[in-house]
């Protein structure tokens, strides 16, 4: 006749599993090991991480310096742009006086009062067909 099931429940919860009581490390080799691999084995996961942190440091300080720079030179541009920009007005000025000083009556000889405002070149000399009184 079979056992009872009751028992062979208690008897297979009586047995201890090795694995979940006693955690045993399995060494393959009696040697103990080397003191350069034991080294490795505790220093490269920290020097790694300070490794990677220092490179994302760097990209990050360099980016906001790239960007500085960058903001630096948009400024400098600016300011020339603006500088040029009151150049120009000025000399315009000057050209449309100095137009209409050689348009006033017996102020010299009307030819060249006639071509200066055409935007064929300063006076009766020849430019080249350029449009621009500079070129």
Do not use: N
């Not at 040697?31 to 996961?45: D, E, Q």
């Not at 742009?81 to 000025?93: D, K, M, N, S, T």
């Not at 100095?98 to 000889?109: F, L, N, Q, W, Y």
């Amino acid at each position: 006749m079979l056992p009872p099931f009751r028992t062979a429940l208690v008897k297979a919860s009586s047995r201890q599993i090795p694995s979940l009581t006693h955690p045993q490390l399995r060494q393959y080799s009696s040697k103990p090991p080397s003191p350069t691999g034991a080294f490795y084995k505790t220093f490269t996961r920290p020097v790694a991480k300070c490794a990677l942190l220092a490179v994302f440091v760097y990209q990050l300080v360099y980016f906001g310096w790239a960007k500085l720079e960058a903001e630096d030179i948009k400024e400098e541009r600016q300011a020339e742009i603006v500088r040029l920009e009151a150049q120009v007005r000025g000399l315009e000025a000057a050209r449309i006086a100095a137009a209409a000083k050689a348009s006033t009556p017996g102020a010299g000889s009307g030819e060249e009062g006639e071509t200066v405002g055409t935007g064929k070149g300063e006076g009766s000399k020849p430019t080249g067909g350029s449009w621009w009184p500079w070129k």
